[in-house]
């Protein structure tokens, strides 16, 4: 990788914590607004950081901006195995065959067991969860209120936020066009660590 200039880092910065914060990177726009300089000059910046191979720009897609992995020295990762796909939307048939592993910063579970599902469906969009996202899960049998959790129902995988109510547990939509999961048999396979997206 090119030396960067000291702006180039500071922007890259800027998309690298906009990403993490929003769960998407920032548009040429904020970018442009946030160093206040103009769009082409920020689209200039982007370009040159793509060219030395710390990013990857879209083509034709606002939001389109990947901050590439770069491994650190010392730096730990585990890989963990790809479960099929989750719903995020209705409850699916979960898959059981292994979809292949995954390869994920050692921090995201600190050492705990854990798998990945693949999400379909946008029922989790407000928590910045979208359809094609790998979902890293913690694997646990129980889960604290508020938790993005992912709970089997009737032979069903769903990808939901758990609350528990009298007699009953409640999963949630982080979406308003999708109705609450009721039910009193919902069995928690573990809780949400992080989430992977590619572009």
Avoid at 64 to 76: D, Q
Avoid at 103 to 121: D, H, K
Avoid at 151 to 172: Q, W
């Amino acid at each position: 990788m090119k030396d960067l200039t000291d702006r180039q880092k500071e922007v890259l910065a800027y998309i690298s914590s906009f990403s993490e914060e929003h769960s998407y990177p920032p548009t040429i726009r904020e970018i442009a607004e946030r160093f206040g300089i103009s769009v082409k000059g920020a689209y200039d910046h982007v370009k040159a950081l793509e060219r030395k191979g710390t990013l990857r720009l879209g083509e034709n897609r606002s939001r389109s901006i990947e901050v590439l992995a770069r491994e650190k020295p010392g730096a730990r990762y585990a890989e963990v195995p790809l479960l099929g796909t989750v719903a995020a939307g209705r409850p699916i048939l979960s898959e059981e065959n292994l979809d292949g592993t995954i390869r994920i910063p050692a921090e995201m579970l600190r050492s705990r067991p854990g798998f990945a599902l693949r999400v379909r469906g946008d029922s989790m969009r407000d928590a910045g969860i979208l359809d094609g996202d790998v979902a890293v899960i913690e694997e646990r049998p129980v889960a604290e209120n508020g938790e993005i959790v992912v709970a089997m129902i009737d032979d069903a995988v769903t990808l939901k936020r758990f609350h528990r109510e009298t007699g009953r547990v409640r999963l949630s939509a982080e979406n308003p066009s999708y109705a609450p999961i009721y039910t009193q048999d919902a069995r928690i396979l573990g809780r949400l660590r992080g989430i992977l997206r590619t572009y």
